[in-house]
């Protein structure tokens, strides 16, 4: 590859080989600015594939999303024939990995297709339109090996991250990890490599941030599969190909999934968090009391939020890491308030399934806010021990007492004090 790579990638075909008779053969989209809905991509991304070449025939890992085919082929064509094709790799179905898929076993229709187990039912759902010509494939988990020869690619088994048939690829001999999305990232450089790409680190975290994140305990697994390896290349489906201290992405995905509160302070307490809003007060005193009645035991570590003061993306921070959330919400106009379905609605990068849930909230006359608010948070797979606290109008002492109780009871339900009620919770059954 030249040293200074020209500025119009439209131009720019190249093959780019990293390690001996390994290629990046995949596509620049520089002008992308949205992905997946839900993530931004300040200059676009990349759409990596690669070509391994060994002395008994050639893999390829990957292929591009459709639109980028010509990219790919033509790169692909400048380092293989199709016929010497003998191995093709899907690590992810997504279409952004298998839309040149079709094209390439058509122009390859002797290499054979490696797929991990959950992928079956997608491949088939996702290459519909060729049903005509169903493709032979071979399902492969953790530590399965393909031969080329003189080179060895092995599988490892690791779902959902993003999706559930999501699988890495190791070449032994040169010690590359072909990870999929895992250690990717939307940015696109023509320069490649993590050590000549301009700094991307924010691209980085924002993709596991957004991608990766509720996905943590898979995370988790994964990274124990991959950390024995020995590894001097790092090659992902977007993004920077990770050559110069790989090992510092696979470390700081360690971090990144490792509970933060308790990392930082060390802290075994169980985390309970109020939320609350209110236009009079009446909520205000309800989030007070049930503060007061949490606080009182032992083992559990309180924190009481007036959202009016707050912005969205630090409390999703928050409550990745409680245990238990309260949420506090008058009745407007027969809904709970927009700052609580804000935050409730910002929540599909955490995993709070079984985290134990309550709502509580003032109205004037219909009080429908506590009832919608502990809907979604079943929906969001959280558990409700038990029905949240109305109250009408301005709380008397005597209801004041009772959100006491339900802080203490919650509390109590977090350090096992107190067995949970006999609800049948959603995140039961699934
Ligand atoms: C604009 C407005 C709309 C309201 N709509 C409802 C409603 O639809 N149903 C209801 O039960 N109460 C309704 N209320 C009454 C409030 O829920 C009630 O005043 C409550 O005590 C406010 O609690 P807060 O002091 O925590 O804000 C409404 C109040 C206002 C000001």
């Known amino acids: ?119 079956t039912s997608m491949l088939k759902a996702l290459l519909r339109p060729n049903r005509e010509e169903p493709f032979e494939y071979t399902t492969v988990t953790t530590n399965d090996r393909v031969s080329l020869g003189d080179r060895h690619l092995r599988f490892l088994h690791t779902p959902f991250l993003h999706w559930p048939d999501t699988q890495c690829t190791y070449l032994e001999e040169e010690q590359v990890l072909f990870s999929g999305d895992v250690f990717g990232c939307h940015y696109c450089d023509v320069r490649l490599f993590n050590d000549r790409v301009g700094d991307f680190r924010f691209s980085f975290d924002y993709y596991y941030a957004h991608i990766m994140r509720p996905f943590k305990q898979w995370v988790m697994e994964a990274l124990a599969l991959i950390e024995p390896l020995k590894m001097k290349i790092v090659a992902p489906t977007h993004g920077p190909i990770l050559r110069e201290r790989p090992r510092r992405y696979v470390a700081h995905y360690r971090e990144l999934s490792t509970s933060t509160l308790s990392r930082e302070i060390g802290d075994t307490n169980k985390s309970l968090i109020i939320f609350y809003m ?101 929906g969001l797979k959280m558990r409700v021990p038990r029905e949240g606290l109305r109250v009408k109008l301005i709380p008397t002492q005597e209801e004041l007492d009772e959100c006491t109780g339900l802080g203490r009871e919650i509390a109590n339900i977090l350090v096992g004090k107190e067995v949970q009620r006999g609800v049948i919770e959603f995140s039961d059954l699934t």
């Open 1 to 119: 590859m030249a040293d200074t790579p020209p500025l119009n990638v439209s131009t720019w075909k190249e093959a780019v080989e990293f390690a001996p008779g390994v290629h990046w053969i995949g596509a620049l989209d520089p002008t992308l600015r949205t992905f997946d809905i839900i993530l931004k991509t300040a200059n676009g991304t990349t759409y990596n594939s690669y070509l391994v070449r060994g002395s008994e025939g050639v893999a390829i890992i990957d292929t591009v999303k459709e639109g980028f085919e010509d990219e790919f082929f033509h790169r692909l064509e400048s380092v293989a024939r199709y016929d010497e094709i003998k191995v093709i790799v899907l690590n992810h179905l997504e279409p952004d990995h298998s839309g040149a898929l079709p094209e390439l076993m058509r122009r390859a229709p002797q290499a054979r297709l490696y797929i991990s187990t959950r992928a």
């Open 278 to 378: 209110s236009s009079y007060g009446n909520t205000a005193r309800m989030a007070e009391a049930i503060y007061s009645g949490a606080d009182t035991v032992e083992g559990v570590r309180v924190s009481l939020y007036d959202l009016e003061g707050g912005e969205v993306a630090p409390f999703v921070d928050l409550i990745e890491d409680a245990d238990a959330l309260l949420f506090g919400s008058p009745t407007i106009n027969g809904d709970a308030v927009k700052p609580v379905w804000d935050l409730l609605s910002s929540l599909a990068v955490v995993n709070l399934k079984g985290k134990i849930g309550a709502a509580f909230g003032s109205y004037g006359w219909s009080g429908e806010a506590v009832r919608m608010v502990e809907d979604r948070m079943r």
